[in-house]
């Protein structure tokens, strides 16, 4: 089972940014797509972006397009969120999640592995 660990989180005010990063252990990560996906408090867990294992494709949520960015070096096992022009309503816990598959996806149920989460907040 691999094991991943989010980092980046904090407190930014409106318009700001902040980049994420997921560690993978195991040397398996460059087979699979990856994903990061978002919680508010009182919400479901949402999707937000995922790359495919060679990082050559990847699919944004609606919310976060043309402001959010995923990319991984497979190298380093790291996959990163830069999260640009941040709004109050991103405020959420951030979690890295490994899909089963080399493609991407956008269903948390496709994904096998998850990390602890990091926390993203944004003031106004």
């Known amino acids: 089972q691999v094991q991943l660990v989010e980092s980046g989180g904090g407190l930014v005010q409106a318009g700001g940014s902040l980049r994420l990063s997921c560690a993978a252990s195991?040397?398996?990560?460059?087979?699979?797509?990856m994903g990061w996906f978002r919680q508010a408090p009182g919400k479901e867990r949402e999707f937000v972006a995922t790359i495919s294992w060679s990082g050559d494709s990847t699919y944004y949520a609606d919310s976060v397009k043309g402001r959010f960015t995923i990319s991984r070096d497979n190298a380093k096992n790291t996959v990163y969120l830069q999260m640009n022009s941040l709004k109050p309503e991103d405020t959420a816990v951030y979690y890295c999640?490994?899909?089963?598959?080399?493609?991407?996806?956008?269903?948390?149920?496709?994904?096998?592995?998850w990390g602890q989460g990091t926390q993203v907040t944004v003031s106004s």
């Open positions: 195991g040397r398996t990560f460059s087979s699979y797509a």
């Open positions: 999640a490994r899909r089963g598959r080399p493609m991407y996806g956008s269903r948390p149920y496709e994904y096998d592995s």
